[in-house]
Nanobody, 111 residues
Framework: QVQLVESGGGLVQPGGSLKVSCAVS????????VNWYRQAPGKQREFVAGIAVSGATIYGDAVKGRFLLSRDTAKNTVNLQMTSLKPEDTAVYYC?????WGQGTQVTVSS
């Protein structure tokens, strides 16, 4: 069974950048689509971005133009590069693939 482990979260100032990564084990990340979701306190989990087997990417409206999703096949990771971060991007970020969720990584955008 595939296992997903997120890393790279932390505290960043508004307007800053941060990269979070999803390490895939038990499978080759390029064999499956991988999605990122986020959940802020008191809110529903929200779709952030997804990458298909073909490498095609799709983004949620809230992050379009600011976030970039990519796959590193050598490291078997899927990386979410976040730029122009806003306080409303504060959330726990989760990756998801083949009915498996990672444990999440906290991203906090605050001055």
């Amino acid at each position: 069974q595939v296992q997903l482990v997120e890393s790279g979260g932390g505290l960043v100032q508004p307007g800053g950048s941060l990269k979070v990564s999803c390490a895939v084990s038990g499978s080759t990340s390029s064999n499956y689509g991988v999605n990122w979701y986020r959940q802020a306190p008191g809110k529903q989990r929200e779709f952030v971005a997804g990458i298909a087997v073909s490498g095609a990417t799709i983004y949620g409206d809230a992050v379009k133009g600011r976030f970039l999703l990519s796959r590193d096949t050598a490291k078997n990771t899927v990386n979410l590069q976040m730029t122009s971060l806003k306080p409303e991007d504060t959330a726990v970020y989760y990756c998801y693939s083949r009915d498996v969720w990672g444990q999440g990584t906290q991203v906090t955008v605050s001055s």
